[in-house]
């Protein structure tokens, strides 16, 4: 392996740095979505049909008998 310049190792370190950083913020919103999917589920239920007003939008929210849901956008009421 070739030695790097001082400018190409700074590159590479901020690139792994920005990449490590990613990284972790991926995994936290990861961690946070697993944990209101199950939010979710547990109170919903099953068979389920609904529309939900959230920050002035509206969601159709349907769960099945296995709990499985979906929300999904709609337009208007």
């Known amino acids: 392996m ?3 310049d001082i400018e190409r ?3 590479l370190s901020l690139a792994v740095g920005r990449y490590l950083r990613s990284a972790d913020r991926f995994n936290q919103a990861s961690r946070d979505f697993t944990g ?3 939010s979710l589920r547990k109170q919903l ?3 389920q049909r609904f ?3 959230i920050d002035f939008k509206h969601y159709l929210v349907t769960s099945d008998r296995d709990g499985n849901f979906d929300v999904e956008a709609i337009p208007t009421l």
């Open 9 to 11: 190792r700074v590159a």
């Open 2 to 4: 070739s030695e790097l």
């Open 51 to 53: 529309v939900a007003q």
């Open 45 to 47: 239920g099953t068979n």
């Open 36 to 38: 209101a999917c199950k």
